[in-house]
């Protein structure tokens, strides 16, 4: 009897730290925009205060990840990565509000299997990054066919820490409206987090700098600090999470937030590829 509990309990220290290895190890990939990992997230994006207005605002988001295998004739691994959002958005200095969806986003991300990431701790992609004119009021889009480059650079060789970037430069070449304004602006996302075990984590990787490149036009730069859980069950796996952020500098932005919470909700499918 001693030698079956002893047994038993042996089993399920294992299985317990099985559990929380994946889980830690989930933790390390859900913020990594190189990582082949299935993903639906949803974020709510309340902002109390803003620049230049009175009106606090909100932001739905739902932003699925696909990856797409690599192809006997196209080494490359994707990762396809659109972006849709439900706005409500200050239409002046007053409280008056829209609620409007906003343009579309997406990148085409083809990740490099060199150098080996799993001996390196290092990965990286290039591809298009694509945004397109949904937005129907001027305040929620710019009426302006987008595309341009985007890339990302993650290393993830010190246990428990990643840190990287996602960059990404979309510019117009078509126009929905007459009156549209050219567009040109460089997206810069530094990524940093680092994973507590259990599948606990701190990061600050939700703030994306934007500085529009044409003269007298915004730049933008916020900070962000927030702390999440990957847990799993029987369906997919978990990952609620919250962060905080601040917009530390702003030139030429008009209406910009001030201060932001983020609550987030993701879903996790790491045995799904396309």
């Known amino acids: 009897m001693a030698a079956l509990l002893t047994v038993l309990t042996s089993q399920g220290r294992s299985n317990g730290q099985t559990l929380s290895a994946e889980e830690d190890q989930l933790a390390k990939e859900v913020d990594d925009p190189t990582a082949i990992l299935a993903q639906v997230k949803f974020q709510d994006l309340y902002t109390p205060q803003n620049y230049s207005t009175t009106a606090q605002t909100n932001t739905l988001q739902l932003r699925p990840v696909l990856p797409i295998q690599a192809f006997s004739f196209f080494a490359f691994q994707q990762l396809i990565r659109p972006t849709l959002k439900l706005q409500t958005i200050a239409t002046g200095p007053s409280g008056k509000t829209i609620t409007e969806f906003t343009d579309m986003e997406l990148f085409d991300l083809f990740v490099s299997n060199w150098p080996d990431p799993k ?29 341009g480059p985007a890339g990302a650079a993650v290393y993830r060789g010190i246990p428990d820490l990643m840190v990287g970037f996602l ?108």
């Open 167 to 274: 960059w990404q430069e979309p510019m117009s070449f078509a126009y929905t409206n007459a009156s549209a304004k050219p567009q040109s602006q460089f997206e810069f996302q530094p990524l940093i987090s680092y994973t507590l075990g259990h599948g606990w984590y701190v990061k600050s990787a939700d703030s994306t700098w934007t500085i529009n490149w044409r003269h007298n036009t915004s730049t933008t730069i916020p900070v962000s600090l927030g702390v999440g859980n990957v847990y799993k069950t029987e369906g997919p796996e978990l990952n609620p999470w919250i962060s905080f952020e601040w917009t530390v500098y702003h030139q030429y932005a008009g209406i910009t937030p001030k201060y932001t919470i983020r609550f987030g909700f993701t879903l996790l499918f790491p045995h799904l590829e396309l």
């Open 119 to 147: 001996q390196t701790g290092f990965s990286w992609g290039l591809g298009p990054t694509f945004v397109f004119p949904t937005g129907r009021a001027p305040k929620a889009g710019n009426h302006a066919w987008q595309i």
